[in-house]
C-alpha cells in the first residue's frame, strides 16, 4: 500500500503521515466516508479497467465494493496496464508501440467487443485517453457511473 510505502521512508515525518492518512481514490474516500452510500441501481453491464497505481498501490478492493452497491452486472478485466503509463504511450517510437501493444493485449480487444450499452469504467486518465484514442468508445469515472445513477432517479 502507497501509505505503508511513504511511512517506511519517511517513518519520522510529520508532512508523510499527513499525506499517506489522505491519499484516497474516489471508491477509498467513499468506503471510508460514505460506507453506507446506497446509489440508484443501475441495470447494466459494465466493463472496468482498475488503473494501475490502484491495483498495486491503493488497493482496488474500495472501487470493487463502490460498483458493487450500484447493481451494475460488471466484469474487471485482468488487463494489466493500459499502456499509457502517464507520457509514456504518447512518446513516438519504441514506447508508443509498446503502449498500443499493452492495450492490445486485453484491453482494446475487450472494449471493441462490447455492446454500445455496456458501460466502460475506467478511472486512470490516462487509460481513459489509450481507450478514446484507439476505439470509438468514451469511458467514465466512478464519479461519472455514480452521477449517471443518480440522474435516472431525477424528476
Request: proline residues 5%; hydrophobic residues 40%; negative net charge.
Amino acid at each position: 500500500m502507497f501509505r505503508d510505502e511513504l511511512l517506511e521512508l519517511f517513518p519520522n515525518d510529520e508532512d508523510a503521515k499527513r499525506l499517506a492518512a489522505h491519499t484516497l481514490s474516489l471508491g477509498g474516500f467513499l468506503a471510508r466516508h460514505a460506507p453506507s452510500l446506497a446509489p440508484p441501481p443501475l441495470k447494466r453491464q459494465a466493463i472496468v479497467h482498475g488503473h494501475c497505481h490502484d491495483k498495486s498501490i491503493l488497493g482496488f478492493d474500495d472501487t470493487r465494493a463502490v460498483l458493487d452497491r450500484t447493481g451494475l452486472d460488471y466484469t474487471v478485466l485482468d488487463s494489466g496496464c493500459c499502456g499509457m503509463a502517464g507520457a509514456f504511450g504518447y512518446e513516438r517510437g519504441a514506447h508508443y508501440r509498446v503502449s498500443i501493444a499493452s492495450a492490445e493485449r486485453v484491453l482494446l480487444p475487450a472494449v471493441r467487443s462490447s455492446t454500445a450499452e455496456t458501460l466502460i469504467i475506467a478511472d486512470g486518465f490516462s487509460c481513459r485517453e489509450q481507450i478514446i484514442q484507439t476505439t470509438n468508445r468514451r469511458p467514465m469515472h466512478l464519479a461519472e457511473v455514480l452521477k449517471v445513477a443518480l440522474d435516472q432517479e431525477a424528476p
